[in-house]
């Protein structure tokens, strides 16, 4: 949850109209003040407030001063969401915001890499570094450095309004997941900030059709998934459909770590539920996926992700609770491949590469 309630009545709709006015007058002062009002009046708004005020908040942002506290009013407006608020409705302009501040982001890490020595490191994403040599640094207009230096600090601000509208919108994340993922990669490859989370949720695959073939029977699959965090979760879903399901031997998942995998309703706080690996999973080429990996990392073979199921290595368990605790999964077998089928598939793979098999 983004913010802790806190129990007395709240106006929160005409606290909301007055920070809308003083935006649109471009009043720094009132809008400092009608800020800071909403962000009090959100923690104490009833459910039913907060459900209209947060497509109002997200559509505030784009016109928000940018080297103001932004990611604090896309935090209000996901709060909105988590309470019950249209994600769709509140997606455009935060996730519109978290594009904006990775590029920022992007642009410091450049200025600073072009204006300094081959030996200097990135500086480390906290506002207490700006200074004005840091700003000189940056460029001679000292408004646009400023926001540069103010989106490095705060871009992982943005991962908790961004995973509120695209951990409860498929479409949300259809829409938005191809422009934004990139980018983020992009900067967290640069190790300076911890976007996983951010990263995880816009790799989800939603009614995405793998083929899964079972190396030692010889079998393949058509499974379509949706929904899933990570691939310890996709590793369970797929020992409930193809192991449960009769189509392959092994050890089913227990019920109580497949209800946790596919359950619309998250759970309240961790379990101590473990799942435990019934499977080796491999790319085409033989090389290791892992479970602490994303299904996005699947790779394609002509047009179709390719899984391969070998036994494993050794015996595997994990805790059981999804990554997501919003974001239920799914895995269905849509169809069972014909022996000429598998065999199709099975010769566009390759044996694992340096896995020892168990004897």
Known sequence: ???????????????????????????????????????????????AELVSAG?????LLPGFPPTGPRPMLAMAAGFCV??????????????????????????????????????????????????????????????????????????????????????????????????????????????????????????????EPLIVLHRPTGTGFEVRIGGIGDNFQLHTLLAHVLVGGGHVPGSTPSAESVRLATDPEPAQGRTQTIATGAFELLAPDGERIWNEGLPDDIPMVEGRRLLVLDEPMYQRSWNADRFFPHLPGTAEVTRVLTADESLTWFARTSPANGIRRPS
Not at 55 to 59: G, H, I, N
Not at 90 to 118: K, M, N, S
Not at 125 to 153: F, M, Q, S, V
Request: proline fraction near 4%.
């Open 1 to 47: 949850m983004i913010f802790k309630r806190k129990q007395r009545s709240s106006g929160l709709t005409a606290i909301v109209s007055k920070l809308e006015d003083a935006v649109a007058a471009r009043d720094g002062d009132r809008t400092g003040r009608a800020f800071t009002a909403v962000m009090n009046g959100v923690r104490s708004a009833s459910d």
């Open 82 to 207: 988590e309470r019950g608020a249209d994600p769709a409705a509140c997606a455009e302009p935060i996730l519109g915001g978290v594009h904006q501040d990775l590029l920022d982001a992007l642009e410091f890490a450049h200025r600073w890499t072009a204006t300094g020595a081959a030996q200097d490191e990135l500086p480390e994403p906290d506002e207490k570094n700006i200074d004005d040599a840091l700003l000189a640094r940056l460029g001679a207009d000292r408004h646009e450095a400023t926001r540069l230096a103010l989106a490095w600090c705060s871009v992982e601000e943005w991962q908790p309004p961004a995973l509120a509208v695209l951990c409860r919108s498929a479409e949300v994340r259809r829409r938005h997941a191809s422009a934004v993922l990139p980018v983020c990669r992009s900067l967290a490859a640069l190790e300076r900030h911890d976007l996983k989370c951010l990263a995880y949720a816009l790799a989800v695959l939603d009614d």
């Open 55 to 59: 497509p109002r908040l997200a559509a």
